[in-house]
């Protein structure tokens, strides 16, 4: 099965006053997230389930993804995933339906379970880093997500959206 993992997109402080969990994506973030959708419509890794963090970034993102991807995948929105360990997200997969799935969550949650999950790390600057938008798209070799174990995902593909500004203007 594929495991697609990003983060949520680039949010917005205009409004300090906002709790955390309810910060707004950006233009930027909003713009980011409709190209990460349309590229990964285009390389044909559409899931069948995303699963998002509650918060209003990451959800934004995932509808956003969603709605490029022609609304095809479940969406289901997620309290535990707010800033979420890497465990308590592999937890999270681990329950998860069978078919092909993607994660909106946040960071270091995210970097840390993306380095811990795959087979070989890739040689991406930015992978350590996992900056707003980030995602990795992976080849998992288990028919149920119960038995995602760490190490086992072969990287297909990661991408931060500056490089789909490029791969747009080529």
């Known amino acids: ?29 909003q713009s980011a997230a409709q190209r990460m959708g349309k590229w990964v419509v285009g390389r044909r890794h559409v899931p069948a389930q995303v699963i998002s963090s509650s918060a209003i970034r990451a959800r934004e993102t995932a509808e956003l993804m969603v709605e490029h991807m022609g609304g095809t995948p479940s969406l289901t929105l997620d309290d535990d995933l707010y800033h979420a360990s890497s ?48 995602t990795l798209i992976a080849e998992v070799p288990v028919e149920d997500w119960s038995e995602l174990k760490l190490g086992m995902a072969h990287v297909i593909q990661f991408i931060v959206p500056r490089e789909l500004k490029e791969l747009h203007t080529a």
Do not use: C
């Open 87 to 134: 465990d308590a997200i592999l937890s999270r997969i681990q329950r998860a339906p069978k078919g092909d799935l993607m994660v909106v969550g946040h960071n270091p949650g995210m970097a840390e379970l993306a380095s811990r999950i795959v087979d070989v790390t890739p040689t991406h600057d930015r992978f350590g880093v996992y900056p707003t938008t980030a």
């Open 1 to 29: 099965m594929k495991l697609i993992l990003t983060r949520h997109a680039k949010s917005s402080w205009d409004d300090l006053m906002l709790d955390d969990h309810d910060r707004p994506l950006n233009e930027r973030g």
